[in-house]
């Protein structure tokens, strides 16, 4: 399987961005998918995940209600809607494709900068 993810950039605090990621290859072991983010000097942290067959989803307490997770199945890609950007929100963000209960593969990181 295979990740490419898309979408970073500038923002203004408060401003919103949608991060994409697409998965090709042997899609069909895809049971979910997450997105992490990692700051400079800060360990890698899940913000959220989808389960790929229910739609069900998981938020970190630090993003909850601000972003947004949703899926494409026929696309077999992710999405995260970023809202109300702040400058913690600042990182790399990198997706990730769950496999037989672990994180199996993973996308290259996609930069979020946000100005204040």
């Given at each position: ?6 979408g ?5 605090a408060?401003g ?10 042997r899609?069909?072991?895809i049971?979910?998918?997450?997105w992490f ?21 998981y938020y ?16 077999n ?10 400058s ?7 997706c ?5 209960g ?14 204040s």
């Amino acid at each position: 399987v295979q990740l490419q993810a898309s979408g970073g950039g500038l923002v203004q605090a408060g401003g919103s961005l949608i991060l994409s990621c697409a998965a090709s290859g042997r899609t069909v072991s895809i049971d979910g998918m997450a997105w992490f983010r990692q700051a400079p000097g800060k360990e890698r942290e899940l913000i959220g995940e989808i389960n790929w067959n229910t739609g069900r989803t998981y938020y970190a307490d630090s993003v909850k209600g601000r972003f947004t997770i949703s899926k494409d199945n026929a696309k077999n890609t992710v999405y995260l809607q970023m809202n109300s950007l702040k400058s913690e929100d600042m990182a790399n963000y990198y997706c990730t494709a769950r496999s037989n209960g672990r994180y199996a593969y993973w996308g290259q990181g996609t930069l979020v900068t946000v100005s204040s």
